[in-house]
Structure formats: structure tokens, C-alpha cells
């Protein structure tokens, strides 16, 4: 039972131009959502971040933008560098027995074309 | 600046052996995590500890144990490693409260079973 779905595995942007990554979820409970960005061969690293109470979240060059009757979020980059080719997860943040606990989404690799 | 850090980035054990992923956090943390990545799967939750002594199973716990007996340090255990173990283990770390839950992750250890 995926709860956070990224249905684009893979998603090709010239440099320059707005790439825009897509996530949907199914619980009503989440209260946070968040992306983060990995390079091959390291960790994950938090992006950005968006309360549940708001629609959408800025930040430089990101923006996320959250649609909760659709249950959907994405994140936006503009202009994309060559620098954001990475994989992107989505992840939702959902208070659990003794912790509070993220759950992700499959991914989406960005590659930015020069 | 939040570090976590993973015993080892490659291992490669056989089939049967017991394989020890060990996880140190510099921050004080109270939350601990370990994940595992898989191609078109994302980012899944093993074990969590909220507190030293204290593990709760995440969604794919069969196959593994953990320990955590200092706050800092939070180890992940394959009691008879088998070849569908493959994969890429991720730790992470988190603060209770945390704002938007935001959890900080090591580099990641590539384990390989033959």
C-alpha cells in the first residue's frame, strides 16, 4: 500500500527551463510535507519543507506547492541547473507510535540538460 | 551542522553470514532510522528508536534486528544475510520536537550478499 506515489521515475528538463516533479498521497493524516534531493553514492538531503495548512513554499530557486484537496504536491525549479540532476523523493511526515515518521515516495531522477 | 556517519560505504558478505550496519550521530539526536533504497521502491523504513533501549518495527522489519544502547549510535543486524538483503542501507537521525520533522541522513552503506 504505497501511501506517497511519484508516478515519474524519470523526468529529462533543458537547463534554464522550470522542471516540475509530482507527488500524490493518500493519507489525511500527513502533516508535513517534504522533498529531498540525492546524488548517487551519498545520503539524501533535505530540500524543502510545507506545512499541511499551507499551499505553497518558496524558497530561492524551489517552490512547493501542495493541493490537498487532490491529495497532490510538486515541486518546482526555475531556472534548473545542471546541478540539480539528482533523484528527488517526496516525503510525508505522519506521527506514528513514539516517533514521528516520514514516508517516501519511489523517486523521480532529474536530468538537466545543458 | 547535523553529522551522521555509517561504518562502512561497501560490504560484501555471503550468504548465511551475520552482517553488523553500524550508525553514529554527533547531534544529540533522539530519533534514529534505518532505511533501505531499491530501484522503483524509494526509501523504505526497516526499524526506528525513539529513545535508547526503545526500537518500534518499521514496514519491512522481517530479516532484521537493531540495537541502540547509547543515544548516539543506532545498529542495524542481519542475523543470516540473504542475497534479497542487496541493497543500499540509509540512516537517519531526527529531533524531537522538530518543526517539519525533518530527519538527516548518513552516506549510505551499498551492501552486497553473494
Known amino acids: 500500500d504505497q501511501q506517497v506515489k511519484q508516478n515519474s521515475p524519470s523526468l529529462s528538463v533543458q537547463e534554464g527551463r522550470i522542471s516540475i516533479l509530482n507527488c500524490d498521497y493518500t493519507?489525511?493524516?500527513?502533516?508535513?510535507f517534504l522533498w529531498y534531493k540525492k546524488y548517487p553514492a551519498e545520503g539524501p538531503t533535505f530540500l524543502i519543507s510545507i506545512s499541511s495548512i499551507k499551499d505553497k513554499n518558496e524558497d530561492g530557486r524551489f517552490t512547493v506547492f501542495l493541493n490537498k484537496s487532490a491529495k497532490h504536491l510538486s515541486l518546482h525549479i526555475v531556472p534548473s541547473q545542471p546541478g540539480d540532476s539528482a533523484v528527488y523523493f517526496c516525503a510525508a511526515s505522519v506521527r506514528g507510535q513514539g516517533a514521528q515518521k516520514l514516508v517516501f515516495g519511489q523517486g523521480t531522477r532529474l536530468t538537466i540538460n545543458p | 551542522d547535523v553529522k551522521v556517519t555509517q561504518s562502512s560505504r561497501y560490504l560484501v558478505k555471503r550468504t548465511g553470514e551475520k552482517v553488523f550496519l553500524e550508525c553514529v550521530q554527533d547531534m544529540d539526536h533522539e530519533n534514529m532510522f534505518w532505511y533501505r533504497q531499491d530501484p522503483g521502491l524509494g526509501l523504505r523504513l526497516i526499524y526506528f528508536?525513539?529513545?535508547?533501549?526503545?526500537?518500534e518495527k518499521g514496514d519491512i522489519p522481517e530479516g532484521y534486528s537493531v540495537s541502540r544502547e547509547k543515544k548516539e549510535r543506532f545498529s542495524l543486524i542481519l542475523e543470516s544475510a540473504s542475497t534479497n538483503q542487496t541493497s543500499m542501507y540509509l540512516c537517519?537521525?531526527?529531533?524531537?520536537?522538530?518543526?517539519?520533522?525533518?530527519?538527516?541522513f548518513g552516506p549510505g552503506t551499498r551492501l552486497t550478499v553473494l
Open positions: 537517519a537521525s531526527s529531533l524531537i520536537p522538530s518543526s517539519y520533522n525533518e530527519q538527516f
Open positions: 493519507n489525511s493524516m500527513f502533516d508535513y
Open positions: 528508536s525513539y529513545d535508547v533501549k526503545m526500537k
